[in-house]
C-alpha cells in the first residue's frame, strides 16, 4: 500500500516538474520570440528608411537632370532663332546673291553640372540604363555643337573681322566668296543643323524620358529599391 502511494507522488512530482519545465520553456521561447522578432522588425524599418532616403536623392537627381536640360533647351531654342536670320544669308549666298557678311554672336550655354557631377557619385545607378546611355551618347553631341561655335568666332574674330574692319571685298570678281572667307556659310549651316538636331532629342526623348523615369520612381515600392 505504502509503495503505491509512493509511486503516485513520485508521478505527482515528476508531473509537476514536466509542467513546471514546459511552462518555463515555453516562457523563454516566448522571450527569445519577442526579442527576435523586435530585431527583425528594426532591420526592417532601418532598411524602409534607407530605401526611402535613397528614393528622394534619386528623385532629386531626376529633377536636377530636368531642371538642366530644359534651361538648355531654352538656350538652343534662343539660339535657333539667332541661326535662321544667318541660315537666310545663307541662303542668299546659294542662290548667287552677294549680301554683306555679317559677325554672329552665338555661344554655347550648358554647363552640364548635373551630368558631371554623377561622374563623382552614384546618382548613375539612379537612371535607367537606356536613358543613361543616351546621356552619354548625347554628350557628344553637346561637345560638337560647342567646339563648331568655338571655331566660329575663332574665324571672325581672325578672318572675317579684319575684312569688315578694313572694308575689303567678301566676293572675287566672278561674284564668288573670296577663299578666305569659304568656311562662314558651311560653318554656320552645320551649327544650324547640329542646334536643331540637338534641340529636337532634348526636347523630344531626353526631357520626356528623364520625366518619365522620375514617375517610375516616385511610385517604385521601396523593397524594390533597396534590391
Known sequence: MNDVSHKENSSLQSSAKAIK??????KYL????IVFLGVYLAFLFTDYQEALREKKIRIKYYESLIFEFEGF???LKAEGKKLEESMKL?????AGEQPALELTDFYYLY???AVRTAFHSENFAAIDQGLLKSIIGGIYQLELLEKKI????????????PFISQDKSFYTKEGKLVDQLSWYPDLIEDIYNTNKMLQQVVKQRAIPDMQKGKTYLEQMPYW???D
Open 21 to 26: 519545465w514546459t511552462s518555463f520553456s515555453s
Open 111 to 113: 554647363n552640364g553640372i
Open 30 to 33: 516566448f522571450e527569445f520570440f
Open 73 to 75: 533647351n531654352m538656350h
Open 90 to 94: 545663307v541662303k542668299r549666298l546659294k
Open 150 to 161: 568655338n571655331r566660329m568666332n575663332e574665324l571672325q574674330q581672325a578672318v572675317l573681322l
Open 224 to 226: 524594390m529599391l533597396s
